[in-house]
Each structure stands twice: as C-alpha cells, then as structure tokens.
C-alpha cells in the first residue's frame, strides 16, 4: 500500500509518496512472529529484572536489557529478511524506466531471432534453388552459372574447359524391377562417387533424370579428358548395395572441349551430349568416350 501526503504552499505542489514494502504472506507472517518475539523477549527481560534488582538500579540494568533483546531481534528479523531475497523498493519512475529496458531488450532478443530464423530460411531457398533436393548436387541452374565463369576465364587465361555427360544405361529397369525408392537410392550412390572422384575445382550436377554432368573448368586437352572420363567410369564400377540389393549400374559418358568459336555454354553441352548418345549406340560396356 502506498501512502502519499501532499503539502499546499501558494504557487508550489508538494506531493511525497512513500515507496511500498511488500511481502507474500507466508514471508509476512514469519516476520511479524520474528518481531513479535523479540518485544516479548524485551518485555519480559524487564519485568525479571525490575522485579529482583534494587530500586535505583533496577531502571538502567532493565533497560539495558530489553534493548539487547530488542536488537537481538530485529537483527534476527533482518537477517531473515535478507535470506528470503528482500530488495528495497524501486520508486516508481525508475521502476518504469527498468520495466521499458527490459520490454525493449526482449523485443529486440526476439527481432534478432527472427531476422536468424528469416536468414536461415533465405539460405534454405538459396541452396535449394541451385541444388537437386534428391541428391544434394548442384543443378542444371549452377552448372549454367559455374560453365559461363568457367568460359570467361578461360577466354582470358587462355586455356580450356571440359565438359563430361553422363548417362546411366538401362537406369528404367532398376525403377521397373526394384521400384523407385531404390532408383533413387541408386542416384544418390552415384552422386556420392562422382562428388569424391573429382577434383575441389570441378563440379559434379544432377543434369536431370539419370544425367549427370561433370564441369573441368580447366583441363590440359583430349587426353587428359579420357584419363577422366576413365576415373569415373572406374569409380562406378563396384556394386551399389542398396538395403538387400545389390545394383551395378554402366554408364556412358561424352565429353567436349570448349574450341575457338563456341559462343556459349549451350553449344559445349549440345556437344558433350551429342557425344554422350553416340557411345550409348556403340556399346554399353566399351569405352564409350568421344571428345
């Protein structure tokens, strides 16, 4: 409860306001004991010694000792006071002010969590629009972005660019056989051993389907090419185990150079996979390379 008393001078407002002590009830009720006692205790430390001490001495001494017992106990009610966390009460506009701070520093805690929270989900949507959600690789939209750098700089740095397509051969049976679920798992494997077959600078796409295609932004000529080409092929080779089955997968593979003239990425890809649907039609377990 607070009092407040206001005082009238001519030309002046004087307005006090007594700042509130409170307590919950049970600590309320402990503390009015605690002091209770300690009036008790003082009181009857007096009656005993006005009683039995001598006239002119029994005053003082009885004085003397209800004032211990009165200090005694409010230093025990203060003590328990402290313990049970009492802070002196705040007036009332800084009470307001520290109540704005802290509403101010929530709203900003939780600004900052959402503009988190809208930042992961930019990135999110980012990586999503250039990767394949299947496989996690890069799609046709980066592999177009990554080709166009690849080709300015070798325009400028005066070296060339190779592009690998590949195609997985006869890929409709494992979906038709196994069903798509191990399909996919199929194409997931493949992702994994492309990934790990080339070099940091290069990259491995999901082209679309069972087509992946593999970016060399910097590769001496043909026959290096082939010595590529032939790492992949090998890094396919061993069986895919996919829960109980066991899938071997062939593919084939054509592969460009980027050549004076080319004028842009689409030209390389049309090349690579032009070159991609003759060694499918030449055999499905041979070399199958064209450059």
């Known amino acids: 409860m607070s009092l407040i008393a206001k005082g009238r001078i001519p030309g002046y407002s004087l307005k006090i306001r007594a700042m509130p002590v409170q307590f919950s009830g049970v600590w309320s009720f402990i503390l009015i004991l605690v002091s209770a006692g300690a009036v008790i205790m003082g009181l009857a430390a007096f009656v005993r010694l006005a009683a039995f001490l001598p006239m002119q001495i029994s005053f003082l001494n009885a004085w003397e000792a209800t004032s211990i017992h009165l200090m005694a106990g409010c230093a025990l009610a203060v003590a328990i ?62 592999l177009l972005d990554r080709l166009n750098q690849a080709m300015l700089q070798a325009t400028r740095q005066d070296h060339t660019v190779g592009l690998l397509l590949l195609d997985i051969d006869d890929f409709k049976s494992v979906n038709d056989q196994l069903g798509h679920n191990v399909g996919d798992a199929v194409l997931q494997s493949v992702a994994i051993r492309l990934s790990g077959s080339i070099r940091g600078c290069d990259t491995a796409c999901r082209y679309g389907g069972d087509e992946f295609v593999i970016l060399l932004p910097e590769i001496g000529g043909v026959e290096e090419m082939k010595a590529v080409a032939a790492k992949i092929r090998c890094c396919l080779v061993p069986p895919h185990r996919i829960g109980n089955e066991i899938v071997r997968v062939c593919v084939s593979i054509g592969t460009a150079l980027l050549r004076e003239g080319q004028a842009n990425s689409r030209e390389l890809i049309d090349a690579a996979d032009s070159a991609m649907y003759q060694a499918k039609a030449t055999t499905r377990t041979g070399s199958g390379e064209r450059a």
């Open 81 to 142: 006071v402290w313990l049970i966390g009492f802070r002196p009460p705040v007036p009332d506009h800084l009470s307001s002010a520290h109540d704005h701070d802290q509403a101010l520093a929530e709203r900003n805690a939780r600004l900052l969590e959402e503009v988190a929270a809208l930042r992961q989900e930019v990135a999110q949507a980012r990586h999503l629009a250039y990767h394949d959600a299947l496989t996690g690789l890069p799609n046709r939209a980066l």
